[in-house]
């Protein structure tokens, strides 16, 4: 069974801060780890992926997560946010069954709220 | 690319009523599609794994017969409520891919209200 733990239900930053958002997940098998966004209303939006390789994966629009096996944590940062980064973000892992996209473990969910 | 499109975006209805939800992938075939559920301020739960042409698969606790899915060609996966219930009132998110080892792809929901 897997299960995935993010520390902070709410995070309020203010505009070109810093951000962390906790991600700590429990598995027995290898895993691969996802940060999802969601807008008001909308669905999940795919924000970045560790599958294998390098760590540390970036997205985009300038976040990045770094997969840390033995404290078995995927925290998602941004050096500096905007206002548009405010949204609810969600950690998921899938694993086992030889797939690298299968069955999605959520997160409880983390609402970043940037502030001007 | 890859988009997911779900209908309706909103729906309220009376008790004992049934609802339709439809999942569609738009510019590509979904050989599986994933059926979510999320209530306010929580995470999403999944709740049926559909693949093309067979019986979904559903998660411990998911009444089969109350969440009837159907997904009967590459394009399109529906979700019916039956004899809905103020209880299933919920978000309800469906998510697509064209393989084991692809992403996922979200629709944007549908929000179920149930008087």
């Known amino acids: 069974a897997q299960s995935v733990t993010q520390l902070d239900s709410q995070v309020p930053v203010f505009e070109e801060a810093p951000v962390e958002l906790r991600c700590n997940y429990s598995?027995?098998?290898?895993?691969?780890l996802f940060w999802y966004v969601q807008y008001p209303n909308q669905g999940l939006q795919l924000l970045l992926k560790?599958?294998?390789?390098?760590?540390l994966v970036e997205s985009i629009n300038g976040f990045e997560a770094e997969f840390n096996k033995s404290q078995t944590s995927f925290h998602l940062r941004k050096p500096s946010v905007h206002i548009s980064d405010t949204a609810e973000y969600f950690c998921?892992?899938?694993?086992?069954?030889?797939?690298?996209?299968?069955?999605?473990?959520f997160g409880q969910g983390t609402i970043l709220t940037v502030h001007p | 690319g890859a988009v997911v499109s779900q209908h309706p975006s909103w729906v309220i209805c009376k008790s004992g009523t049934s609802v339709k939800i439809e999942c569609r992938s738009l510019?590509?075939?979904?050989?599986?599609m994933f059926w979510y559920r999320q209530f306010p301020k929580q995470s999403l739960m999944l709740m049926a794994t559909?693949?093309?042409?067979?019986?979904?698969?559903?998660e411990q606790g998911v009444e089969k017969d109350k969440f009837l899915i159907n997904h009967a060609s590459l394009t399109l996966s529906t979700l019916t409520v039956t004899s809905a219930h103020p209880e299933d009132s919920s978000f309800y998110i469906c998510?697509?891919?064209?393989?084991?080892?692809?992403?996922?792809?979200f629709g944007d929901g549908t929000r179920l209200s149930i008087l």
């Open positions: 998510s697509a891919q064209t393989g084991s080892n692809q992403p996922q792809h």
């Open positions: 598995s027995s098998v290898s895993v691969y």
């Open positions: 560790y599958l294998s390789g390098s760590t």
């Open positions: 998921a892992v899938s694993g086992g069954g030889g797939t690298s996209y299968g069955k999605l473990t």
């Open positions: 510019d590509f075939q979904a050989t599986t």
């Open positions: 559909s693949n093309e042409g067979s019986k979904a698969t559903y």
